[in-house]
């Protein structure tokens, strides 16, 4: 998972990088408050659209969550990865230093994207291999 909104609960704009990149050039707060509006319209349960709060992670798929960080969700990517280890899912986080929202896409702007672009290449390898 690269980039992961995954909490879109009541405390999804509570996290310290929503607040230190709010206006970061790929995502932006308001943005998301749009993106929030059309995940979960009103009378939805927000709980069950936000993955960091999957009733029982355990037996999912490992997990490889990429992690720029100054992305505004950052803070998402972080428990996430924690949940699903603590379920007992192999997961892996990986962060990446001066990247930004959507850094994948960006691969002549953003230094860390060949490297990001690679270390998934080799994950799903591993994972399709076996």
Avoid: C, N, Q
Avoid at 98 to 103: D, M
């Amino acid at each position: 998972m690269v980039d992961p909104a995954v909490e879109l609960t009541g405390t999804m704009f509570d996290h310290a990088s929503i607040a230190r990149h709010a206006h970061s050039p790929a995502l932006t707060v308001a943005r998301m408050w749009l993106f929030h509006r059309l995940a979960v319209p009103p009378g939805t349960d927000s709980r069950a659209r936000s993955p960091l709060h999957a009733d029982d992670p355990s037996g999912l798929a490992p997990a490889l969550v990429v992690v720029p960080t100054l992305d505004p969700v950052a803070d998402h990517g972080r428990p996430y990865a924690e949940r699903w280890r603590e379920s007992g899912t192999p997961a892996r986080l990986t962060e990446h230093p001066g990247a930004t929202h959507a850094f994948l896409t960006m691969p002549g702007v953003v230094a860390r994207t060949k490297a990001a672009r690679a270390e998934i290449a080799e994950f799903l390898r591993g994972r399709l291999s076996g």
